[in-house]
């Protein structure tokens, strides 16, 4: 998922996102990997103020509708999301001995 941060210029707005992995790569056409972003969206609902309103998981990228609960900034929640969740992605597929391709997918 992409480089740089967000520029949220109302707090209490609501903005449509999209995130496109590195080089537009198929990770989620296998539910596990799609399973991560789904659990880590929930993480953040439940624990980092995040309101999600639509999300849609396509094969090499998200798009969400969102906002922050009031006094936490979008833009935070929003690196904390992509941040353990490429880390995550990365830990699953290193370790998935039944991904075929792993090294290809890790080259990114």
């Known amino acids: ?6 520029k949220i210029r109302n707090p209490d707005g609501v903005y449509f996102l999209s995130f496109a992995t590195v080089g537009w790569v198929d990770v989620f056409t296998r539910s ?25 998981i396509m094969s090499n990228h998200v798009h969400l509708i969102v906002s922050a609960k009031t ?13 353990f969740t490429s ?6 597929i290193s370790e998935n001995i039944q991904e075929s391709r792993k090294e290809w997918l890790l080259s990114f």
């Not at 998922?1 to 967000?6: I, Q």
């Not at 596990?32 to 849609?56: D, E, P, T």
């Not at 900034?73 to 929003?78: A, H, P």
């Open 1 to 6: 998922m992409g480089k740089g941060g967000y």
């Open 32 to 56: 596990c990997y799609s399973n991560i972003v789904v659990n880590s969206l929930n993480y953040c609902i439940a624990k980092k103020g995040l309101n999600v309103y639509a999300w849609i």
């Open 71 to 83: 006094s936490i900034l979008l833009s935070d929640i929003l690196r904390d999301f992509k941040k």
């Open 87 to 92: 880390v995550e992605l990365i830990k699953t």
